[in-house]
């Protein structure tokens, strides 16, 4: 598995999804809990949990699964995800949340999208719309030990983007944006 420490409370996952390295990466942002940022599609998922193992971080300590917008290579993941983290919350800007909940018809217009790229991510699980958390822009999301995850609206790439700035960093993960 690809891991690499980034500083002290941030960690990047090189997913590689079907095989393919260096293609999609998952955040682990650590404090007193933790926050991952971007699932990948649900084909991931398996490495994703792997390199949990590796850096340290317990299931149970993942407190938020972030996502900057809902295409399938950044959240396709998060209903495959959410069953193996008890604690977590999926983060979703409010106009991508009823398609998390709901992905058919998510599912759909990724496969006529990306064809056979959408079946090599594997379809969509849905999302208990109990742990879905539709977050504002300015909302800042306490980890501890004096690290935050601050929600950004920033729409553009799609109209339901969001990015989060990590003070831990003083840096930001864009999504697509």
């Known amino acids: 598995m690809f891991t690499r420490k980034l500083s002290d ?8 999804p079907a095989g393919f390295e260096n ?8 404090g007193k809990i933790a926050a991952i940022v971007e699932t990948g599609p649900s084909v991931s998922v398996p490495n994703l949990l792997t390199a949990l193992r590796e850096i340290g971080v317990k299931n149970e300590e993942i407190h938020y699964v972030a996502v900057s917008h809902i295409h399938i290579d950044h ?7 959410l069953p193996h ?6 983060l979703v800007h409010e106009r991508g949340a009823p398609h998390m909940i709901n992905p058919t018809r998510l599912w759909e217009q990724s496969k006529l999208v990306l064809g056979e790229v959408a079946e090599l991510y594997s379809e969509i699980p849905p999302v208990p719309e ?3 958390v539709t977050p504002v822009d300015g909302m800042r999301l306490n980890l501890g030990e004096h690290v935050e995850l601050k929600v950004l ?3 553009g790439h ?7 700035y990590t003070n831990a ?9």
């Not at 983290?85 to 999926?90: D, I, V």
């Open 169 to 177: 960093t003083q840096g930001v993960f864009p999504g697509d944006a």
């Open 75 to 81: 959240a396709g993941g998060a209903g495959a995800l």
């Open 130 to 132: 109990s742990r879905v």
């Open 23 to 30: 293609f999609i990466a998952s955040y682990v942002l650590r």
């Open 9 to 16: 409370n941030l960690y990047l996952i090189d997913l590689k």
């Open 85 to 90: 983290l008890p604690n977590a919350k999926l």
């Open 158 to 164: 799609a109209s339901h983007h969001i990015s989060f």
């Open 153 to 155: 609206e920033t729409g």
